[in-house]
C-alpha cells in the first residue's frame, strides 16, 4: 500500500518529527541536570554501597563475558571492560 502526501502533509510531518526530536532532546538534557544536581549536592564522598543511591541512578546494568554496561536513567550508557 502506497501513501501519498500532499507537500502540506509532509511539511506537517517534517515539523512534527522536529518537534518530537527537540522534546526528547530537552526531556534527556534535564535527567542529565536533575542528575548533576543530585550529586552536587551530596555532602560526603560515597565510601560504601549506597541502595538509594544505586536506585536513584541506575535504571540497569548488563553483564556480558568480557565488559558489562551500566545504564544510568538519565539515559546515559556506559561500557566498563572487564
Known amino acids: 500500500m502506497t501513501i501519498h502526501l500532499t507537500p502540506a502533509d509532509k511539511a506537517t510531518y517534517k515539523f512534527l518529527v522536529n518537534e518530537l526530536r527537540s522534546r526528547h532532546r530537552e526531556e534527556t538534557m534535564n535527567r542529565i541536570k536533575e542528575l548533576q544536581d543530585f550529586i552536587a549536592g551530596q555532602k560526603t564522598d560515597i565510601t560504601e554501597f549506597d541502595e538509594a543511591l544505586v536506585k536513584k541512578l541506575i535504571e540497569k546494568i548488563t553483564v556480558f563475558a568480557d565488559h558489562f554496561t551500566v ?3 538519565s ?7 572487564a
Request: cysteine-free; hydrophobic content about 40%; charged content about 40%.
Open 75 to 81: 539515559g546515559i550508557t556506559i561500557d566498563i571492560e
Open 71 to 73: 545504564e544510568f536513567k
